[in-house]
Every structure is written in structure tokens, then in C-alpha cells.
């Protein structure tokens, strides 16, 4: 399975445009990219998935450049709200089964 | 929207006592997992259903903890005996389709917080 880096922690201001780095090198050829967004004491909250060039939804955009090695999760005009963790997790078919292994994410701190 | 059920929120027990966190997964979702996390850390897979069979538990004590989903819908995790180090957040996920597979999305439940005294 692919392991993951992604930096500890990022500090942002409220209305700016937020791009979280992930670096996923042995990504295997199934592999979706994957992120994820955890508030204090609740579960993770899936946020986007993507497998190669752009990916967009309401609430981020996933950048994969053709290489697939690495992503970039967007979150435009951040607020207060968005502070949380974000876990960038690769994951595919393990045994036959689905298989996403977490690391310990970037905490992301939006200040007024 | 449909959710992942997870009872209790919080539970309070004595090392050396049984504990047992209760999960319901979304409605028609064949794979549930149960997951561990330590504050200030990612989610920890501990075991993987598939119906009611497990299909991962390679991170599982089995030496205390145990699973099970006996009719392929609800799961039970339980630890016994209970040890200080196993203060977390227990976390429950629900996935389609059948059989897994590439590009499954996760949906969690809200997490029963454990502390052990």
C-alpha cells in the first residue's frame, strides 16, 4: 500500500485559498487519491476523490499532475470553520478488498 | 442523509473491566470497519467486515479485543480486559459496494470516545 506525506500542520487566514501537498511516490496503477476532513471528537467526512488531472466539488478541488505522485487538495476562501485535520489517503484493492491507510494528516489552522 | 450510528459517545470504565461500542451501519453498505484513534493521531484500521465475514483483522489484539457482525449488519467490538493504553476514539465506517473496490468511499461514524482509569 502507498504511503502518504503530507505537511504536520499549515496556518491560513480567513478568504484565502488554502492547497494542502500530498506525496503519495508508490502509488500503484488502481489507487484512488482520497482526502478527508476530521473536527474535534467527531468522525473523518470524506471531502473529495480523484484519480487523475482535476477534480472539483462544491467544497474543494483535487489537483493530480499526470505522474500521480503526489496531489494537492484546494480549499478556496477558507473560514473559521475550516479548521481541522485533513488526511490525504491512497487506496485500492488489498486482498481483494478495499484498503485506506491513514497517516496522521495536516492540521490546518484558519485565523480572523 | 443516512449516517453511521455509534453508542456509546463516551464510556468510562475500570482497567481490568469488559467494554463493548455498538455500530449500525449505513443501510445497504456490505463492508464496515472499525478503527482506533490516539489523540493527535490518523485512524488506525482494526478490523474489516465484508457481510459478515472479516476480511482484515491483522491490526485486531485478539488477545482482548474482539468482533463480530453476526447477520452482516450491525457490529459489535469488544474489549476484555480493558488496559489503560486502550483510552481512544473507537471509530465505526461503512462502505459501497459489495466486495469493495477501487474508489470506495467511507462514511464514519461519529465515534465512541473510551477512557480507561
Known amino acids: 500500500l502507498a504511503k502518504t506525506t503530507q505537511p504536520i500542520s499549515m496556518d491560513s487566514y480567513e478568504g484565502q485559498e488554502v492547497n494542502i501537498t500530498c506525496s503519495h511516490n508508490n502509488i500503484a496503477t488502481n489507487d484512488y487519491i482520497t482526502w478527508y476532513q476530521q473536527f474535534p471528537s467527531q468522525g473523518p467526512r470524506f471531502i473529495i476523490q480523484g484519480y487523475k488531472t482535476k477534480v472539483t466539488n462544491e467544497v474543494a478541488s483535487l489537483f493530480i499532475p499526470a505522474d500521480r505522485k503526489s496531489s494537492t487538495l484546494s480549499l478556496p476562501r477558507v473560514s473559521l470553520s475550516d479548521t481541522a485535520v485533513y488526511y490525504c489517503l491512497v487506496g485500492g484493492l488489498s486482498g481483494g478488498y478495499n484498503k485506506l491507510i491513514f497517516g496522521a494528516g495536516t492540521r490546518l489552522a484558519v485565523h480572523p | 442523509e443516512a449516517e453511521v450510528a455509534q453508542s456509546p459517545r463516551y464510556k468510562i470504565t475500570e482497567k481490568s473491566q469488559a467494554v463493548a461500542f455498538w455500530c449500525d451501519p449505513i443501510s445497504g453498505h456490505a463492508t464496515l470497519y472499525w478503527y482506533r484513534q490516539i489523540l493527535g493521531q490518523g485512524p488506525e484500521l482494526l478490523v474489516q467486515?465484508?457481510?459478515?465475514?472479516?476480511?482484515?483483522d491483522s491490526q485486531l489484539p485478539k488477545d482482548r479485543f474482539s468482533a463480530e457482525r453476526l447477520k452482516g449488519v450491525d457490529s459489535t467490538l469488544k474489549i476484555q480486559p480493558a488496559e489503560l493504553g486502550d483510552s481512544a476514539m473507537y471509530l465505526c465506517?461503512?462502505?459501497?459496494?459489495?466486495?469493495?473496490?477501487?474508489?470506495?468511499?467511507?462514511?464514519f461514524g461519529p465515534g465512541t470516545r473510551l477512557l480507561v482509569l
Open positions: 465506517a461503512s462502505s459501497f459496494p459489495l466486495g469493495g473496490g477501487v474508489g470506495e468511499t467511507q462514511y
Open positions: 467486515f465484508q457481510d459478515e465475514s472479516v476480511v482484515d
